[in-house]
C-alpha cells in the first residue's frame, strides 16, 4: 500500500534547476528517523501500560521519493507501508500525527514548541537540515495553514541548543598538525586562522600520512566532517570526520594556483599569462618535491610569462624559470660578490639536479 504522505520543498541556489543534490538526501533519511522515533513517542504515550510498540510498528513504516516537482525541489515522498501496519490502519495515523507536529515544531518561535513535541528528540534537529547552506531553507506544509514551517540553518541550531548546550554541523578546517597521538589515533590541528587547536580523530589509514606530515607547518591538512559547537559558535569538539587531505609545500601552491589564473594583460594592460600546459608540470614538480629543509620562495610571474624564485637569505638567490624552453637559470651574490650562476634542464633528471644544488647552495641562517 503507498500513499501521498508529505511534500517538503528546498529552496535556495542548488535547487533552481529541481534537482535534488545527493548529500540533501540524508536530510530526508534523518526526517524519517524524526517521524519514526516521534510516532513510537505518541503511541507509549497513549498506551501507558505498554513499555514497547506493537511488533511491525516501525519496520511496516518506510518514505519513498515518488517523483520530484518543480517549483524549486519539491520531492513527494510516498508512505510505503507492509505488514501489520498497513492492515491496521490506526497505526498508521501515529506517522501522520508525528508528522504534523515536527512541522508545528519547526513553525513554532523557540519559547512556545508545543508541549507534544518531547525535548529529548529535539538533538534529531543536529541530522535533520544539516546539509543546508545559509541560503536555504527546507519548507513543510503545516496543517490549517497556509505559512509553511521554514527550517533553515539558524533555525535547525536554535532547535537543538533548546535541549542542549551544543549542536552539530558541518566543519571545514584547514591548519597543520601540530602534534599526534597514536595511541588515541588523534591529532591537534591548528587552525590556518589561528584559532585555538582543535583534537581530529583520524582513521587508521591517515596514520603513515600523521607520521609524514606531523609538526610542519608548511603542508596544510584540509578537514571535512562534523563538529559540536555552542550557541557562540565557538568549535567544542570534533565528532566525526568524512575527509582528510594534505597539501604539500601550501603556500608554493597557493601561489601557483594564483598565478595560473593570470590572463594577458594582467600588468597595467601588458603582461603575458603563463602558458597553462607549460605551468602544470612545473608546478606539480614545485610542490612535490620542493627540498624540506629550504624555506619558501616568493615566487613570481614575470611580464614574459614566465616564473622568478626568489629567496630572503644570504646572497639573494634567485631562479628564473622559462617555461617555453623548461630551463632554469639560478644567481646569487658569493662571499666576495661574485656571481654564482648555473643553469638546468628541467628534465627528470634536471630536476633532480636542482633540487640537489638549491640544497647545497641556499643557506638558511640559523636563529
Not at 519559547?111 to 519548507?139: I, M, T, Y
Not at 567544542?236 to 594534505?246: A, D, G
Amino acid at each position: 500500500m503507498k500513499i501521498d504522505f508529505s511534500q517538503p520543498r528546498f529552496t535556495g541556489a542548488r535547487f533552481d534547476e529541481h534537482t535534488l543534490p545527493v548529500d540533501v538526501a540524508r536530510d530526508l533519511a534523518a526526517y524519517e528517523r524524526l517521524i519514526v522515533e516521534l510516532a513510537k513517542h505518541l503511541y507509549l504515550l497513549e498506551h501507558p501500560e505498554r513499555q514497547r510498540v506493537p511488533k511491525g510498528f516501525e519496520a511496516g513504516f518506510r518514505l519513498d521519493i515518488e517523483r520530484i516537482d518543480a517549483g524549486s525541489a519539491k520531492p513527494m515522498l510516498a508512505l510505503v507501508m507492509a505488514g501489520a501496519l498497513a492492515l491496521q490502519g490506526g497505526e498508521k495515523d501515529y506517522f501522520e500525527r508525528a508528522r504534523d507536529l515536527v512541522a508545528e515544531c519547526i513553525a513554532a518561535p523557540i519559547v512556545a514548541l508545543p508541549e507534544a513535541f518531547p525535548k529529548e528528540l529535539l538533538g534529531h534537529f543536529n541530522q535533520f537540515g544539516r546539509s543546508l547552506r545559509a541560503d536555504e531553507a527546507l519548507e513543510l506544509p503545516v496543517q490549517g495553514d497556509g505559512n509553511p514551517a521554514r527550517l533553515t540553518q539558524e533555525k535547525r541550531k536554535q532547535l537543538v541548543l533548546a535541549a542542549d548546550q551544543v549542536y552539530e554541523r558541518e566543519i571545514s578546517l584547514n591548519g597543520y598538525i601540530e602534534e599526534v597521538d597514536f595511541a588515541k589515533s588523534s591529532f591537534r590541528l591548528k587552525p590556518a586562522d589561528n584559532s585555538p587547536a582543535v583534537v581530529i580523530p583520524m582513521p587508521d589509514s591517515f596514520h603513515n600520512m600523521a607520521r609524514a606530515y606531523g609538526g610542519r607547518q608548511r603542508h596544510q591538512i584540509s578537514v571535512v566532517g562534523v563538529g559540536a559547537y555552542d550557541s557562540y559558535e565557538r568549535l567544542q569538539k570534533v565528532i566525526s570526520i568524512e575527509s582528510l587531505e594534505v597539501t604539500k609545500n601550501y603556500a608554493i601552491s597557493a601561489r601557483l594556483d594564483e598565478i595560473s589564473q593570470l590572463e594577458n594583460g594582467w600588468f597595467e594592460g601588458g603582461g603575458l599569462a603563463p602558458n597553462a600546459d607549460r605551468l602544470s608540470p612545473v608546478s606539480e614538480k614545485l610542490i612535490a618535491d620542493y627540498p624540506e629543509k629550504l624555506p619558501i620562495p616568493l615566487i613570481v610571474s614575470k611580464q614574459d610569462g614566465n616564473l622568478l624564485l626568489e629567496w630572503k637569505v644570504e646572497g639573494d638567490p634567485s631562479l628564473d624559470i622559462d617555461l617555453t624552453n623548461l630551463q632554469a637559470s639560478y644567481h646569487a651574490f658569493g662571499a666576495d660578490e661574485e656571481d654564482v650562476e648555473r643553469d638546468f634542464n628541467l628534465d627528470a633528471a634536471g630536476w633532480q639536479s636542482l633540487f640537489a644544488f638549491l640544497n647545497e647552495n641556499i643557506k638558511v641562517q640559523q636563529a
